[in-house]
């Protein structure tokens, strides 16, 4: 698991990047914490990781890795809808599964869940397809951002409902390599300049 300093130049030189929510470190504990209880879980009937594109392509790597089972993975990538930081809820299949989820347990695995929106589409998405079994794991979940109990099985940090990148997560594609998860401050006129 990646957590060793390294320099980042044109990261420091972006007054938008504020504090660290989460730090490389607490990332790494949380998610082999995870993966161990995964583990137990799933102990008889080794689960297919499904990944969603593409913020949670660094989670589902560290992720698996502290799986001690041998899962299978697979990714799915969805587009949805709004504005740069905030999704409408409409959301549309980019890339479909590979495999097919009939009779399989499956484990979706998010970067965030905000207000829900994509999750709850995804999860009727995949329902209909006669899984054995289906549960997600949300790298964060913002508090009080969502007005239904989505019923997500693994969460790794609940944070404060602020805009924040990092370990996967961008604003306009960047970002997603940043080794913690970091606020990001989107002002109202950044904001407008991209819409
Ligand atoms: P929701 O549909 O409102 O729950 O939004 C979920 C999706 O929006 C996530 O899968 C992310 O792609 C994106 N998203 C929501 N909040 C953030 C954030 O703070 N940073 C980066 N992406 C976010
Ligand atoms: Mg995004």
Same mark, same amino acid.
């Given at each position: 698991m990646y957590s060793e300093a390294r320099p980042q130049a044109e990261v420091s030189d972006d007054?938008? $990047?504020?504090?660290?929510?989460?730090g490389s470190d607490r990332l790494a504990e949380r998610v082999r914490e995870l993966g161990a209880q995964i583990t137990a879980d799933y102990a008889d009937r080794p689960p297919l990781l499904v990944g969603v594109l593409k913020g949670a392509f660094v989670v589902m790597s560290d992720l698996a890795r502290a799986v001690q089972l041998p899962v299978e993975i697979d990714f799915m990538a969805v587009a949805s809808y709004g504005t740069a930081t905030k999704s409408?809820? @409409?959301?549309?299949?980019?890339k479909d599964l590979d495999?097919?989820?009939?009779?399989r347990d499956v484990l979706v695995v998010e970067d965030i869940v905000d207000s829900g929106l994509t999750l709850s589409y995804l999860r009727r998405n995949l329902l209909?397809?006669?899984?054995k079994s289906l549960e997600v794991c949300a790298l964060l979940v913002k508090k009080? !951002? !969502?007005?239904?109990? $989505?019923?997500?099985?693994? @969460?790794g940090f609940t944070i404060p409902p602020a805009f924040v990148v990092g370990y996967g997560l961008d604003i306009a594609e960047r970002?997603?390599? $940043?080794?913690d998860i970091r606020v990001y401050e989107d002002s109202a006129s950044d904001r407008a300049k991209r819409a």
């Open positions: 007054p938008r $990047l504020g504090d660290v929510v989460v409408s809820g @409409v959301v549309r299949i980019v495999t097919d989820l009939s009779n209909v397809r006669n899984t009080g !951002q !969502q007005r239904v109990d $989505l019923g997500i099985r693994y @969460v970002y997603r390599n $940043l080794a």
